[in-house]
Nanobody, 115 residues
Framework: QVQLVESGGGLVQAGGSLRLSCAAS????????MGWYRQAPGKQRELVAV???????NYADSVEGRFTISRDNAKNTVYLQMNSLKPEDTAVYYC?????????WGQGTQVTVSS
């Protein structure tokens, strides 16, 4: 069983920055693709960014150039650096681990961007 624990959310003014972290338990982290998703009130959960086990990254168009996903396999941790935040980035952000045998989710962390 894999457990994911997110941290780093909070309240920030528009234009500010936050860094989210997601720490994973177990030994499969380095073999897994890691993603950040978000869900705003009344909306479906959407992919924000993903980093593969090989280090390739992909971003949603809405965050391209503002957000950066990275991973540290030695610490079993994936990060999401969020810059130039906008009110529309307000959502609960979830960490996801995807492995050949399954997919796991964290509990989510709230990000609120005030205008």
């Amino acid at each position: 069983q894999v457990q994911l624990v997110e941290s780093g959310g909070g309240l920030v003014q528009a234009g500010g920055s936050l860094r989210l972290s997601c720490a994973a338990s177990g030994s499969i982290f380095r073999f897994s693709d890691m993603g950040w998703y978000r869900q705003a009130p009344g909306k479906q959960r959407e992919l924000v960014a993903v980093v593969t086990s090989g280090g390739s990254t992909n971003y949603a168009d809405s965050v391209e150039g503002r957000f950066t996903i990275s991973r540290d396999n030695a610490k079993n941790t994936v990060y999401l650096q969020m810059n130039s935040l906008k009110p529309e980035d307000t959502a609960v952000y979830y960490c996801n681990l995807r492995f050949t045998l399954g997919s796991y989710w964290g509990q989510g962390t709230q990000v609120t961007v005030s205008s």
